[in-house]
Structure formats: structure tokens, C-alpha cells
């Protein structure tokens, strides 16, 4: 048996895999893989691991790795794979959300640092510009309260969740839209269920964190905005494309909304002349959102076993044909 490995993996999970008697082929360049690499190092798999989300295995590439059984995510994203043509197939499809701590923590310190402005207020410290300190310093820095404010968190799965409890930690009101409710994670979190038009119109802060799809592509959009407070914070951890970024520059730059912070972008690596950076009341960080050394080994090896277990004719633990039913 052989799994091939898009980019390089934890040598915890590598070690699993071997253990466990099966090969491990990896493309050995941290990058995405050009179309033909990657078809041409599933052709005779009978797993693949997807370290990133650029490869994309659509019906071309199942057609290319007829051993296929289980394509395993390291990660929750699955935009880059055919659910539908996986099932079809008998081909099973897993992640691994194993980090949802993590990128909620990521996600608050973003939230919180697009609306104090910290990275600007470091690159002035660091400047030399301490000297300069006074009220004027007060007004250039002049920023938003977190604690006892509305927080509303679209998409209320384990990050979200997560989003919610430390937003109680600062007092903050939860509110939060969902396709389905809630009840007992209403009772346990404190929060409280709206739809979106009243999420957006009474929050705070807007924290995305639902899946890229395209019923949700692109959803915070102008029209979107234009039903927000004037003084918002919308922070974006999910996926790129969920916002518009036309519409969000456009809001930023004319003072429709207070801030944005962004983990995550349409086009990535994001382009050095997308407008959204030459903002001041922005905050972003490069797609960092499981970027912890102990959350990327546990991602790696959840990966790694669900492979395992699925090419032992095992059912396995995360996987998506599974949930989708």
C-alpha cells in the first residue's frame, strides 16, 4: 500500500504510516504541486494526504488514481476535493479538526488587534517614535473597546464555539447564525441564536467562521455591509472568498465599517497590490491559523490514522461521507 503526500508532513505521522507497513511517497517541496506533479504522484496511491488545500482532486484526477480509497485533509478545508464524485467512487474523504482551539485563538487575537491597532502601535515603538508619546499618540492609536460588546459569530461549529467562550471571558453578548440551532450549546455558551440580517445589524464584531461554499461564497458583501454598524470589526479565519474584499475596501476606506482583521484571502499568496493592505484600520497575518507546533503534529497523525484505519477496511474517524450521510 502507498499514500502519496502532497507536501512535507510531520515525521510523527510519517513514522505512524510506516509502522503501520505502508509507503509513504512525498512531493518533497513545500509549495503547491503543478497539475501534473500531483497527477502524477496519485496515479498509483491507494491514499493521499493533502497537507494544504491547493491540489485539486476533481473527476480528471480520480480518473488518474484508480487504487484511490481515502483522500485525508490535513485541515477542515475541503473546497479543493469532489465530495460528490469521492462518494461515487467509494472513495472516502476525511479531515481533521483537531485545531479548533487553535485558530480560535488566532481568530480573538486578530479581532482584538484590529480593533486596538497593536501591529501599528508596535512598528511606532519600534520606529523610535516612543518620545513622541502623548495625546497625540492617544488619537493616532485611537481604537475599540472588546470587552462588554456584541459579539456575532457566523458559523457556530467547533470554532465558533470556541469563539464563544472566550468571548464570554471578556463579557461580551454572543449572538450567532447558523444553518441549523442550537439549544443546548445556547444554554452551555450563553448565546443566542439570530438570523443573519439581525446578527449583522446588531453586532460588534463579526467573527466568519463557516465553510467556503457556494451558497456562502462571497456572502459578506456590500449589501451585506451596508447593514452593519458603522463602527464593526469583521474578522475572517475561514476561507478567503467568503468575504467580498471589493466591497470591504470600499467600506473601510469611506469609514462604513471600523475595522477588519484577515488570516485568509481570495487569492493566495495575496497579491502585494490588493488595496485592503495599504489600509490602517486593518490586521492581517499569512494564513497562520494552525501555525502551533503541537496542533500541527496532532493534525498531522489524526490524518495519518484515519489513513491507516480506512486502508485496513476500518471505518474511519473523521470522515466526511460519513457526516454528510
Known amino acids: ?13 510519517i513514522t505512524m504510516l510506516e509502522n503501520a507497513g505502508i509507503e509513504t511517497v512525498c512531493s518533497g517541496v513545500s509549495r503547491p504541486l503543478t497539475r501534473g506533479e500531483f497527477l502524477d504522484g496519485i496515479k498509483d496511491a491507494d491514499g493521499v494526504i ?3 488545500h491547493t491540489e485539486e482532486l476533481d473527476k480528471e484526477a480520480f480518473d488518474h488514481a484508480p487504487k484511490l480509497k481515502i483522500a485525508a485533509r490535513r485541515g ?3 473546497d479543493n476535493i469532489d465530495i460528490e464524485e469521492a462518494a461515487r467512487r467509494g472513495v472516502d474523504v476525511t479531515v481533521t479538526p483537531v485545531h479548533t482551539h487553535t485558530i480560535a485563538d488566532l481568530t480573538f487575537g486578530l479581532m482584538i488587534n484590529a480593533a486596538r ?25 485611537m481604537g475599540f473597546d472588546v470587552s462588554y460588546k456584541t459579539i456575532g459569530i457566523i458559523g457556530f461549529g467547533k470554532i465558533g464555539k470556541h469563539m464563544a467562550k472566550r468571548a464570554r471571558g ?7 447564525s447558523d444553518v441549523i440551532r442550537q439549544p443546548e450549546a445556547e444554554k452551555e455558551l450563553g448565546a443566542t441564536f439570530v438570523s443573519l440580517d439581525e446578527l449583522y445589524a446588531r453586532a460588534d464584531f463579526i467573527s466568519v467562521n463557516c465553510a467556503l461554499t457556494e451558497k456562502t461564497r462571497r456572502m459578506i458583501d456590500a449589501k451585506a455591509i451596508a447593514k452593519m454598524k458603522e463602527t464593526a470589526v469583521i474578522v475572517l479565519s475561514a476561507r478567503g472568498g467568503i468575504v467580498d474584499e471589493e466591497a470591504l475596501y470600499q467600506a473601510l476606506s469611506t469609514g462604513k465599517l471600523g475595522a477588519a482583521g484577515l488570516d485568509v484571502f481570495e487569492e493566495e499568496p495575496v497579491s502585494p497590490d490588493n488595496p485592503l493592505l495599504k489600509l490602517e484600520n486593518t490586521a492581517f497575518s499569512p494564513h497562520l491559523g494552525t501555525s502551533v507546533m503541537e496542533t500541527r503534529i496532532r493534525m498531522a497523525t489524526t ?23
Open 1 to 13: 500500500m502507498k499514500v502519496f503526500i502532497t507536501q512535507p508532513l510531520e515525521q510523527e505521522a
Open 50 to 52: 493533502f497537507v494544504w
Open 303 to 325: 490524518a495519518a490514522e484515519d489513513v491507516i484505519r480506512v486502508l485496513n477496511q476500518q471505518e474511519p474517524i473523521y470522515s466526511l461521507l460519513k457526516r454528510a450521510g
Open 117 to 141: 491597532k497593536l501591529h501599528h502601535a508596535d512598528a511606532f515603538v519600534r520606529g523610535g517614535h516612543w518620545t513622541e508619546a502623548g495625546t497625540w499618540v492617544a488619537q493616532r492609536f
Open 170 to 176: 471578556f463579557d461580551m453578548e454572543v449572538l450567532y
Open 76 to 78: 477542515v478545508g475541503y
